[in-house]
């Protein structure tokens, strides 16, 4: 099956899950620091989910799933046990709506890969549901790699480039600076900020330069 891996941006849309068992806890914490509003819909709930209920952090509505339950939902997670309710889930869902059902990916139109972040590093793995054991593997392997120092490496990253891209440097020059910053040696904190001061120097000699030159 071919697929497209893509980021989403959730700007309040409701996600409706259906089931508050393991898996529907797993898709809650996926979701729970995106801007999404929550609804979980299941006669029993797992300890997390009821938690995050008492804490307001979600809505669960202790009731058993019907279609009506789907109707402004922009997302909608299948997760219930029963293979049955689940296929009625994904049948009941509207058209433009993204639907993942968990024990029958094909009836859905998205999948969740593993998936871990950095800070503005995020990495995510998909087997096309072939193993997600092996995801998982390789997810380990891939955040002993990718560890806590890329959080801080992704700002000092960003903040570089916002600086390259204002200096009055050539396309080459820019991209130069670019691939250097990129080198593993920028993984120490000192060498960013040493970086950090030199390239907001560059900017302000360039800017010096342009006020000679045009005024
Ligand atoms: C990656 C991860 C993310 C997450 O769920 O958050 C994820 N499954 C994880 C774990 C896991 N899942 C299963 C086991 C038991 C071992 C086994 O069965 O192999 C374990 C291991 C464990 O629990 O440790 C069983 C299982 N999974 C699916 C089915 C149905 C089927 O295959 O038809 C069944 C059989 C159900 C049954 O029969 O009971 C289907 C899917 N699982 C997916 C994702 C999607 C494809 C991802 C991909 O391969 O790219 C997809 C298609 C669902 C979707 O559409 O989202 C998460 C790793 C967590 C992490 O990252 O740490
Ligand atoms: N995608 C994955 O990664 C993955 C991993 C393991 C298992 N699974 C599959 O996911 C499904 C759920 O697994 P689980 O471990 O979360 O199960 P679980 O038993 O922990 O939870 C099932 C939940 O479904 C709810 N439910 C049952 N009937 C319902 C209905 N009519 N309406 C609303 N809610 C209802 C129950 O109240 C319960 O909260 C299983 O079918 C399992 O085979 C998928």
Redesign the pocket.
């Known amino acids: 099956m071919n697929t497209l891996p893509l980021t989403l941006i959730l700007k309040g849309q409701i996600t409706v899950i259906i089931g508050g068992g393991k ?1 529907a806890a ?2 809650v914490s ?1 979701l729970l620091e995106l801007s999404t509003r929550l609804i979980v819909i299941s006669p029993e709930a797992c300890p997390k989910i009821r938690a995050l209920h008492e804490e307001k952090k979600l809505e669960w509505r202790q009731k058993r799933f019907e279609p009506l339950d789907l109707n402004d939902a922009f997302m909608v997670i299948g997760a219930t046990n029963d293979p049955e309710v689940n296929r009625e889930v994904a049948a009941s869902a509207h058209d433009h709506t993204l639907v ?6 094909d009836l ?1 139109n ?7 972040t950095r800070g503005k590093l995020s990495i995510a ?12 593997d390789i ?1 380990k392997e891939l955040s002993e790699i990718y560890d806590e120092r890329y959080s801080q490496f992704l700002d000092f990253l960003d903040d570089s480039r916002e600086l390259i891209k204002s200096a009055s440097l050539s396309k080459e020059e820019k991209w130069d600076y670019l691939s250097q910053c990129i080198d593993k040696r920028f993984l120490d904190p000192r060498k960013q900020t040493q970086t950090l001061i030199e390239l907001r120097d560059l900017v302000k000699k360039g800017a010096v330069k342009d006020e000679r030159t045009h005024g």
Request: avoid cysteine; glycine fraction near 6%.
């Open positions: 898996v797993r898709r996926s993942n059902i968990v024990d029958q990916p859905g998205i999948h969740f890969p593993a998936h871990f793995i998909s087997t096309h549901g072939a193993s997600p054991l092996l995801a998982k997810k």
